[in-house]
Structure formats: C-alpha cells, structure tokens
C-alpha cells in the first residue's frame, strides 16, 4: 500500500484492493485517514456489502433520515444525476449536520461518470480555521450555529412544518486529533446562536467565503470505480456539476458520529 499527498488535504492510497484488506492494512487506512481527511481509492469494484464492510472502520453504517436507501441496503443512497438543473449537493456542506450526532466518515463510490464535470471538491476546515483573524476567532469562540433539515426535507417532498433544527459549536474540536475546526456549512446554517440577525448574516457569509477559499481544496475528478473517504469532522464538499443531461451515478454511505464539541 502506497500513499500521495494531493494538496492542502487528501491522499490517493495505491496498491491496494479494498475487497482483500487485512487488519493491517485497516489500521494504516485509519491512520491515513486521520492524517489528510479525505482518501481516494481508484479503481476498485465494490458490491454494497463490501462498502458497509468497510465503513465498520469508522463506525455503523447510518440509515439517511430523510433519503430512502437501496433495495436491500437501507444504509446506501443512490446519488444520480436527473439533468442539469438537478443541483442537489452543489453547495458547500458535511453531511447531514441536522443530526445531534453528524456522520464521522462518508463514503462515495463511482458506478457510472461522465467524462467531463461532476467534479467534488473538498476544503480543509481544519486550515480554515487556523486561518480565521484573531478577532472573530475570539468573538465565536464560545457560540454556537443552528442547522436545519427543512432543505433536503423539502427537496424529498416532506413537510417544511416537519423540519427540525439542531445547534452545533461554530468551532468543532476533533475527537480524534484535538485539532479545532471550522463547523458552518452554507447548505444546513440558518444562524448563528444569540446574536443580531443582521449580524449573525454577516458573520456566516464571510465564514462561508473563508471556509472555501481555493488555497484549502482538492478538487477530485471522478473515475469509474474510485471510492473516495472523507472527514466530516473536519471536511465540507461541494458535488460540481457541469455534465449536462449525461449520467453520474454514485453509491454514499455515512456512518454513524457523535455529538459536536
Ligand atoms: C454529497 O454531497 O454527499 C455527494 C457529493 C457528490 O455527489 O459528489
């Protein structure tokens, strides 16, 4: 198994058949996974059932709460494409953190891509963080944002009146390398917590500028068959789309988190 570093986050792990991993290999995928937040794996061939095997490495397979799973795979979301004007996950985001307790880890696998667009990029939060000024940093420090689900309630045809929220720290500690990250996602964001609207507006539009500068992503072009992991602890992605009316099928399995802190 062999590891290269692609830029301010992410490795591309070679050598390495997924579906023959011993525990050594796990342990080092682990590790990896820790040190650069989003791995990709190409050219793998992987049915569900190896795909929820391996997710076990961060935790339980997570049934979505609000998208219906595969036949037989409750815990898989098939992402397809239904035409340009399907943008579901072109926004900045790390998933599903309408929840108390948020995914740790995503997996997305390719089945079918097309051969140009449908890029995901993914932003260090990490370095966002590090990189904030010292005034807001300190002026946030203790508060904390409002994530609501009303918008992938609304896009599977629920209820709005159904939609709940959830209140996360602006600055999450990760559990696992103590490092402070930025936790404010465009897409689940409505406020940030006990402060002005106006100004609450304010703070969360320069920290969505600042959580997706180009200096902190990776951009990943899709092959059939890459399996690509990310943090989301410490990770947001945004799905590009730009392939017209041409296929891109995925298989997205989360698993299951703890509570932000
Ligand atoms: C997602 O936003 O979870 C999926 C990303 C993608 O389809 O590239």
Redesign the pocket.
């Known amino acids: 198994m062999k590891i290269r570093e692609l830029g301010p986050l992410g490795a591309e792990v070679t050598n390495i058949d997924l579906k023959k991993t011993n525990k050594n290999h796990l342990a080092l995928i682990k590790k990896y996974f820790l040190e650069y937040s989003v791995l990709i794996f190409r050219d793998q061939n992987l049915v569900p059932e190896e795909l929820k095997r391996l997710s076990t490495l961060w935790g339980e397979p997570m049934v979505h709460p609000v998208f219906k799973g595969i036949e037989g795979h409750p815990e898989i979301i098939e992402?397809r494409n239904y035409g340009e004007k399907y943008h579901?996950?072109a926004h900045w985001?790390s998933?599903v953190t309408f929840e108390h307790t948020p995914p740790d880890a995503?997996l997305?696998y390719s089945l079918i891509v097309p051969e140009k667009g449908?890029?995901?990029l993914f932003s260090n939060q990490y370095l966002a963080y590090d990189e904030l000024e010292y005034d807001i940093k300190t002026e946030l420090e203790n508060k904390k944002a409002v994530h609501s689900n009303i918008g992938v309630l609304m896009l599977s045809g629920g209820d709005p009146k159904d939609a709940k929220t959830v209140e996360h720290p602006i600055f999450r500690t990760h559990p696992e390398t103590g490092k402070k990250a930025l936790y404010v996602t465009e897409a689940f964001v409505k406020e940030i917590k006990d402060i002005n609207k106006k100004d609450s507006q304010e703070k969360l539009k320069y920290l969505y500028a600042h959580a997706s500068q180009e200096k902190f992503i990776y951009r990943h072009h899709?092959l059939k068959g890459d399996l690509v992991i990310w943090d989301n602890r410490c990770v947001q992605?945004?799905?590009?789309h730009g392939y017209g009316d041409n296929e891109?099928t995925?298989h997205?399995l989360t698993t299951s988190g703890s509570k932000p802190f």
């Open positions: 992402i579901t996950n985001h998933d995503t997305l449908g890029d995901t899709w992605h945004y799905a590009e891109r995925m997205r």
